[in-house]
């Protein structure tokens, strides 16, 4: 059994900061990419930032230059710290991580989300 739990979500005026955790829990042999996706009212998910083992990263166009991704394969966690923040970033935040456990195939797992309001 594998867990994903965010934490970190709230609400925040435009040009705040937010700092997301995402932490990962269970029968865990590898841990691989982590990453963060958002979801809007009325709009798909979204990627916004990965991290691969090592310390690599890509982000969205939208969020480049104000958040950055960090991970901590010491406890099995994954951050986001979200800076100059926009209205339009107002979005269910989803921790995402590509997770294997002993004797099975690498697979996706996802949290169940935490909300981000950027608003005045």
């Known amino acids: 059994q594998v867990q994903l739990v965010e934490s970190g979500g709230g609400l925040v005026q435009p040009g705040g900061s937010l700092r997301l955790s995402c932490v990962a829990s269970?029968?865990?042999?590898?841990?691989?990419?982590m990453g963060w996706y958002r979801q809007a009212p009325g709009k798909q998910r979204e990627f916004v930032a990965v991290?691969?083992?090592?310390?690599?990263?890509n982000y969205a166009d939208s969020v480049k230059g104000r958040f950055t991704i960090t991970r901590d394969d010491a406890v099995n966690m994954v951050y986001l710290q979200m800076n100059s923040l926009k209205p339009e970033d107002t979005a269910v935040y989803y921790c995402?991580?590509?997770?294997?456990?002993?004797?099975?195939?690498?697979?996706?797992?996802w949290g169940q989300g935490t909300q981000v309001a950027v608003s005045s």
């Open positions: 269970g029968s865990i042999s590898s841990l691989n990419a």
């Open positions: 995402n991580a590509q997770i294997q456990i002993l004797g099975v195939p690498v697979r996706d797992y």
């Open positions: 991290i691969i083992r090592g310390g690599s990263s």
